[in-house]
């Protein structure tokens, strides 16, 4: 005779192995989905990955569910951690994370508190596993494929740019896209000839240095990147950030300003603004051919000097190697010069010493130079502790103190302020200088963005230092 009792528990047993198995599987999902959203970057509602290690359980191969598993753990956190803090090779990850000490508190604690949810989950996984059920398993991947090739026959949101996508499919495997975009490419470099470089003209400001026949162009170029610099949606706002250099337009001939289309991210502006190229990837140091039409070239072949500065190592984006090829003939990078300072909203050399140090004296032996100049400490999170005088009111504008539109308003501010400081120095005469933006700011609330920031543009602003030794024409 049967035991109802038994009967009951044995029913409650196959409810709870079920809603274990559905649960360690979906757990993970809504975990990294939440900070996905958090910070306003792509990622599945539904990591394919976590399905497949489920089913993995079905096997006897135990110990390759348990490092498929982790991996799938370390790839989704690896896919996020990408799109905030793009990295192209483990060794601009190895420099992120040797910076961690110097970041900000909060980048402190979510790197602990992932790994240690990576090692909880793989710890979940190995004890109770015995409860996974393989055939709800085997369900719910199979469901999980079914629903991956429907909108696998959609065109993927990361085709229009896979290191800053912003819209998020139903299902998808992070680590296949951690892969694809990390990886592949990177191991594909060393098998094809494929140039991922292409032409897209000079469509930004340089433009007009481009067409300007040599008589004509201005002896000392100075061409300045700011990094993260929008558009703001209210002109007075927009006005107050750039005012320090607009109250000194008295010492210019002339001043332009005004927006452009946004570019995805630095590098594709850098490519952009310099060479009238965009690129398929970012791994540009196997890359020798494609830079012959730079604009450093083209200068350099004119008589100038040309002068790269940034404040962070040149290994990031392959910068120390693709800078000469793009006709470069110097470049200083954190690890090329003896600097004295380290600001934290990316890790590096203090935009402030870059501008007060280095670029007064770039000019003063009068010859023929383009200096090219690519800011760093208005890069997100835009950190407070790079702010070394607050000059922009956010109350004023009604802009909340503790969001991050006051902290990259204050310091953008605060950078051109400290231009604004070296436009008077007899050093700087003559200089004609372009400021312009990589991307859009990169606001992880979203509503935030929309209420205060144009989507998809950036500022710019150009201008000539008037030269006390000679009249300088009017134009």
């Known amino acids: 005779m049967i035991n109802p ?3 009951h528990i044995d029913y409650l047993s196959h409810i709870s192995s079920i809603l274990f198995t559905i649960g360690l599987i979906i757990i993970p999902n809504f975990l990294f989905w939440g900070i996905s959203l958090k910070f306003h970057v792509a990622r599945p509602i539904f990591n394919l990955d976590y399905f497949i290690a489920g089913a993995l359980f079905a096997t006897r191969f135990k110990p390759i569910a348990y490092l498929f598993f982790a991996a799938a753990l370390s790839f989704d956190f690896l896919a996020i951690g990408g799109l905030i803090f793009p990295f192209v ?3 601009d990850l190895n420099y992120l994370l040797s910076m961690l000490p110097h970041a900000a508190f909060i980048w402190q604690l979510g790197t602990v508190v992932t790994l240690f949810t990576i090692i909880g989950f793989v710890y979940l996984f190995f004890k109770f596993s015995h409860k996974i059920k393989p055939v709800v398993a085997l369900a719910a991947l199979l469901l999980s494929f079914t629903v991956y090739q429907v909108y696998a026959l959609q065109p993927s949101f990361r085709e229009a740019d896979k290191f800053y996508s912003t819209s998020n499919k139903l299902i998808d495997s992070q680590g296949y896209f951690f892969i694809s975009t990390h990886l592949i490419s990177f191991i594909d470099n060393f098998y094809t000839s494929a140039d991922p470089l292409f032409q897209v003209g000079f469509k930004g400001q340089t433009h007009d240095w481009v067409k300007s026949s040599p008589k004509d162009l201005n002896q000392k170029l100075l061409l300045i990147i700011a ?4 558009v703001m949606k209210n002109s007075q706002i927009q ?3 750039i005012s320090p250099l607009l109250n000194q337009s008295s010492q210019f001939d002339w001043l332009e300003q005004g927006t452009l289309a946004s570019r995805f991210s630095t590098v594709r502006a850098e490519l952009q603004e310099l060479c009238g190229l965009d690129t398929h990837h970012y791994n540009l140091k ?3 051919q494609g830079f012959e039409d730079c604009l450093p070239w083209q200068l350099a072949n004119q008589g100038y000097q040309t002068v790269s500065i940034h404040g962070s190592t040149g290994l990031m984006y392959d910068r120390l190697y693709w800078y000469p090829r793009a006709g470069f003939e110097e470049s200083h990078f954190k690890e090329t010069d003896d600097w004295h300072t380290q600001c934290y909203s990316f890790p590096g050399i203090c935009d402030r010493e870059i501008i007060n140090r280095y670029l007064p004296y770039a000019f003063e032996d009068n010859k023929k130079r383009f200096v090219y100049y690519l800011t760093l400490n208005t890069h997100p999170l835009y950190d407070l502790r790079d702010l070394h005088k607050d000059i922009f009111n956010c109350a004023t504008y009604g802009i909340p103190e503790k969001s991050e539109t006051c902290r990259i308003a204050k310091l953008h501010t605060q950078f051109f302020d ?3 400081q070296i436009v008077n120095k007899s050093t700087m005469t003559g200089v004609e200088v372009i400021i312009i933006g990589d991307h859009q700011p990169r606001i992880f609330d979203s509503k935030e963005f929309q209420k205060y920031l ?10 000539r230092i008037k030269d006390k030794n000679k009249d300088s024409p009017q134009i």
């Open 5 to 7: 009792q038994k009967k």
């Open 89 to 91: 090779r483990i060794q």
């Open 227 to 230: 990094e993260s610099w929008g």
């Open 239 to 241: 006005k107050a950030i």
């Open 286 to 288: 196997p890359l020798t």
């Open 418 to 420: 400290d231009l604004a």
């Open 454 to 463: 144009e989507d998809d543009r950036v500022s710019w602003m150009h201008f």
